[in-house]
């Protein structure tokens, strides 16, 4: 085997966060499904039971994959070490991440604004007892800078969830063995 090459590098990155940011993305139009009509419908405890069982399957799953993607990247070359494919993961990551927060950006305000604004308004209906007309009036202003809070709290957020999750799968995919391969 040979060493990899930047584009090598980029190629797998960008592979694996499509990958990672499409799974996070179906979770996300799969769980919005459950608006509270079809709640009323199924019942409460049923549904709760279906977003977690979604919600389990998206980890467990998101966990597979990064560690797939990693083991492929480090089949590359012989002399790949746990710091190369780490940072192929963390790559990985941060695509995946602007992948998904770009996503949830246009669906809260493109796609399925209507969503979005119910939820604010019963947010601040949940909090009007506790707040003045001071702070009610701040949280309407801040109606429009929410979808951008969100966006770059996703980013922050599924990059670092990402890293670590490279950081710890990078330790096993790469032998601590200084001797493996080695015959006598």
Do not use: H
């Not at 601040?124 to 429009?144: H, L, Q």
């Not at 969100?150 to 995919?173: D, E, H, K, Q």
Request: some cysteine; aromatic content about 14%; glycine content about 6%.
């Amino acid at each position: 085997m040979e060493s990899y090459t930047r584009r090598d590098f980029w190629d797998s990155a960008s592979k694996a966060g499509l990958a990672l940011g499409a799974v996070s993305i179906a979770y996300t139009m799969v769980s919005q499904m459950f608006t509270p009509e079809v709640i009323g419908k199924m019942g409460a405890g049923i549904t709760t039971l279906i977003t977690m069982s979604l919600w389990v399957a998206k980890f467990a799953g998101c966990i597979w994959l990064m560690k797939f993607f990693l083991k492929k990247f480090a089949g590359i070359s012989s002399d790949m070490t746990r710091n190369e494919v780490f940072k192929q993961g963390a790559a990985a990551a941060f695509l995946s991440a602007l992948i998904f927060s770009a996503f949830y950006l246009a669906y809260v305000t493109i796609i399925n604004p209507e969503a979005f604004n119910q939820a604010m308004d019963t947010a601040i209906e949940s909090y009007s007892s506790f707040m003045d007309s001071n702070t009610s009036a701040m949280m309407e202003e801040m109606r429009g800078k929410i979808p951008v809070i969100s966006f770059v709290s996703n980013l922050i957020y599924c990059s670092i969830y990402g890293s670590v999750l490279a950081s710890i799968l990078s330790r096993n995919i790469i032998s601590d063995n200084p001797f493996e391969g080695y015959e006598s």
